[in-house]
């Protein structure tokens, strides 16, 4: 795992006082575990949601059937929905939502194991990757996290004003 990474989001959400909230579903909850591993992270997690059936996807981050239905679980359209509903749900700033096929079964042609889809959602605008991660189920599942907190840590960075420069002769 890429401590340094998560470092540097845990300074970053601190830093910006906004909340985070995540719904996850191949990643079975991982990237909310990686930012709660950090000592506290309560002042900046508002919660996460493991939607993995698509029922729950529905009834608890309200998904819309006709967009499972048209698009599949997989696919921009849902993890779009799902980051809307946990942002909603969990009162948070941002959402990040995580839908993919993690394997070893489970796959097909249109979306093959590995193919993963991401938003990150800030009330204005949604931020969505489809990547698609070769290696096993955990690589699968631990690239789709490490991917929802790069995202994390480019918004967050983008949000907050440049480091002054150094003073003539500091060392940093």
Not at 10 to 21: D, K, P, R
Not at 135 to 152: I, P
Request: charged content about 20%; hydrophobic content about 40%.
């Amino acid at each position: 795992m890429d401590e340094a990474l998560l470092v540097r989001v845990s300074s970053l959400l601190a830093a910006s006082g906004l909340t985070v909230a995540t719904a996850e579903s191949c990643t079975g909850g991982l990237l909310a575990k990686l930012l709660t591993d950090v000592a506290g992270s309560s002042a900046y997690v508002k919660g996460g949601v493991v939607a993995y059936a698509n029922d729950v996807k529905q009834r608890v981050l309200g998904v819309s059937p006709a967009t499972l239905e048209r698009f599949g679980a997989v696919s921009a359209e849902t993890v779009r929905e799902m980051a809307e509903g946990a942002r909603r749900l969990l009162s948070a700033d941002l959402a990040v939502a995580i839908s993919g096929v993690a394997g070893p079964g489970g796959g097909s042609p249109e979306k093959p194991v590995g193919t993963v889809y991401l938003d990150l959602y800030d009330g204005a605008t949604h931020v969505v990757e489809a990547r698609r991660f070769g290696g096993d189920r955990d690589g699968v599942r631990t690239w789709s996290a490490l991917t929802a907190l790069r995202m994390l840590e480019d918004h967050l960075a983008s949000r907050l004003p440049p480091r002054p420069p150094p003073p003539p002769g500091s060392k940093r």
